[in-house]
């Protein structure tokens, strides 16, 4: 095995990955709770708010000297909080591990939950909440999440609503806080100059006495039906996703379903980039993506356009649904989009950060640890068959639209069949 894991008494996991040819340490410290466990009652953007908090501070910590005390070792740190996990990461010089641990873990265990920082904080939100809804492609992304996944736990927006964050109080975070945070809920991943024992001892010293038992989730299936969810205005440029369901997560196909992906939508010399922006310059910006959780899935094509070419543009792009649902994808495509995400894997080696993400991210959801080698094997088993296969599942299934632009919901339905 390539990392090697190890679980506290408490039940917190510690896995790492040694590179001894670097000098730095990536750390992430992944809470098993994100946005889709979230009470919609009263909880609504809790998971991304209590991210913001952690960096306040604890009662012995305040927010000016956690970010005074990474500064000072030159430490790059963050948070980043998903529908599924929460992370608090750090990456920092192999001599300052012990400098990172002692302030990740203090501000997990004992956060403070000021009542002035928690106010201030709760404006940053709401206007981290206002850019977004500023930006029309994060809106027509928002709407695509919410047709794809309707009436699911996935469907709430990972930042709240404005609404939802006013009225959050103190107890309403702190009450998340302790449901979903505790000791068996967590997993610490790092890579780096380090040795696995010897990080083991210092997150045991440091986070040995906090308890917890391990969290469960709402899992279920989604089979979305056709809808088009549109925000009207009136904007130069059109913001339209056209998707449907995708997999889960740890679907075996999903090999198959990166590499019809990046045919299909990822880089300038795939299907939709070239058709559309290439040789016809219907827009500046188009591309496939896919998005897979742990009970389900959901595949989109983005492009934004002129709206008076919006009906050309989605009209070229089933087209090439069509197309590659018939005659499958060539052999050229096929070996370039291998070839592709191999140098992508490649280059993704060469980073601390991505390897602790991939490392934390993977343990936290339960997916087997993959060597680099057995991801190439698996790459290299797809077939022109197989992703052909896929695409006829995904691409024939209920199609569904999120989208920004001047038109009425009417005017989208169409594209829907």
Same mark, same amino acid.
């Given at each position: 095995m390539y990392y090697d894991l190890t679980t506290l008494p408490n039940g917190l996991r510690v896995i790492t990955e040694t590179m001894p040819s670097v000098r730095s340490v990536s750390i992430g410290c992944w809470a098993d709770t994100g946005t889709r466990d979230e009470d919609i009652s009263h909880e609504h953007?809790?998971?991304?708010?209590?991210?913001?908090?952690? +960096?306040?501070?604890?009662?012995?910590?305040?927010? #000016?000297?956690?970010?005074?005390?990474?500064?000072?070792? *030159?430490?790059?740190?963050?948070?980043f909080t998903s529908k599924e996990a929460t992370c608090y990461w750090t990456r920092l010089l192999d001599q300052d591990?012990?400098?990172?641990?002692?302030?990740?873990?203090?501000i997990i265990q #004992?956060?403070? +939950? /000021?009542?002035?920082?928690?106010?201030?904080? &709760?404006?940053?939100?709401i206007e981290e909440i206002n850019m977004n809804d500023d930006d029309p492609n994060d809106v027509a992304f928002e709407n695509f999440t919410t047709a794809a996944f309707s009436g699911h736990p996935l469907e709430a927006p990972v930042l709240g609503t404005r609404d939802s964050i006013r009225a959050m109080t103190r107890d309403d975070i702190k009450g998340y806080w302790e449901r979903r945070y505790g000791a068996g809920s967590m997993v610490v991943a790092a890579v780096g100059n380090l040795a696995h024992e010897q990080f083991v001892d210092m997150v045991a010293e440091r986070f040995s006495e906090w308890d917890g038992p391990s969290v469960d989730h709402r899992l279920a299936d989604v089979t979305p039906q056709p809808r088009v969810e549109l925000t009207r205005r009136d904007t130069e440029q059109a913001h339209i996703i056209l998707g449907g369901k995708g997999l889960r997560r740890d679907d075996e196909r &999903?090999?198959?379903?990166?590499?019809?992906?990046?045919?299909? *939508?990822? *880089?300038?010399?795939? /299907?939709? +980039?070239?058709?559309?922006?290439?040789? /016809?310059?219907?827009?500046?910006?188009?591309?496939? +993506?896919?998005?897979?959780?742990?009970?389900a899935g959901a595949w989109g094509v983005y492009v934004g356009t002129t709206p008076s070419?919006?009906?050309?543009?989605?009209?070229?792009?089933?087209?090439?649904?069509?197309?590659?649902?018939?005659? *499958?994808?060539?052999?050229s495509e096929l070996e370039r989009a291998k070839g592709s995400m191999r140098g992508g894997l490649a280059l993704a080696l060469e980073d601390t950060t991505s390897r602790m993400v991939r490392l934390g991210r993977d343990?936290?959801?339960?997916?087997p640890h993959l060597s680099t080698d057995e991801r190439l094997k698996r790459l290299d088993a797809v077939t022109r068959e197989s992703v052909k296969k896929i695409a006829q599942e995904l691409y024939s299934a209920e199609r569904l639209i999120g989208a920004v632009g001047p038109f009425e919901t009417a005017d989208l339905e169409p594209y829907l069949t």
């Open positions: 953007g809790a998971s991304h708010f209590l991210e913001h908090l952690l +960096f306040k501070g604890s009662e012995t910590m305040s927010a #000016r000297e956690v970010s005074e005390t990474f500064d000072a070792i *030159g430490a790059e740190s963050n948070a591990v012990a400098t990172g641990l002692d302030v990740l873990s203090e #004992r956060p403070a +939950f /000021r009542a002035n920082e928690i106010d201030s904080e &709760r404006l940053v939100v &999903r090999w198959e379903y990166q590499v019809l992906n990046h045919i299909m *939508g990822s *880089g300038m010399s795939s /299907r939709l +980039f070239r058709e559309v922006r290439e040789e /016809r310059g219907l827009a500046y910006s188009v591309y496939a +993506f896919r998005l897979a959780y742990s009970d070419q919006t009906d050309t543009a989605i009209k070229v792009i089933r087209d090439e649904l069509e197309k590659v649902m018939e005659e *499958g994808v060539t052999e343990e936290i959801a339960g997916l």
